[in-house]
């Protein structure tokens, strides 16, 4: 039986580290205010993914087994508010996915030759 894979949609979030940056003063409503950023944008970009990929299917008779987004790593964007709890972005990650009906959202990652990727690791023991 024919099958595709997975539709993936590819959201850059490094324009929210430009926002950050201009915002440094308060650091906290910064945290809160870029996952508000970081879930609006998802959800934005990625409304009709799922209605897309429903609509392939029917069009052309192939399940699509996994209808995903994959987003810029959100250690790079934590980083910028200073907060050490990135718990936070995950929630704010899995509302997104939650919200648009998606099988998977990738992101929740950081780049460990970084400072704050260890911030991340740490998170996942919260």
């Known amino acids: 039986m024919k099958q595709i894979k997975c539709s993936l949609l590819k959201i850059s979030m490094l324009e929210l580290l430009q926002w950050a940056f201009h915002f440094l003063i308060a650091l906290i409503v910064i945290a809160d205010r870029a996952c508000q950023k970081i879930y ?3 959800t934005t970009k990625a409304r009709d993914l799922v209605k897309v990929a429903q609509e392939i299917e029917t069009e052309y008779e192939i399940p699509i087994a ?6 810029t790593p959100i ?3 934590a980083a910028a508010s200073k907060d050490k709890d990135y718990v936070k972005y995950a929630k ?8 648009l009906g998606i099988d998977f959202i990738g992101g929740y990652t950081a780049l460990v030759n970084q400072e704050n990727g260890l911030d991340l690791i740490n998170s996942l023991f919260n």
């Open 92 to 99: 704010t990650l899995d509302k997104a996915a939650e919200t």
């Open 66 to 71: 996994n209808k995903r987004i994959t987003v």
């Open 40 to 42: 609006d944008k998802i």
């Open 75 to 77: 250690s790079l964007i």
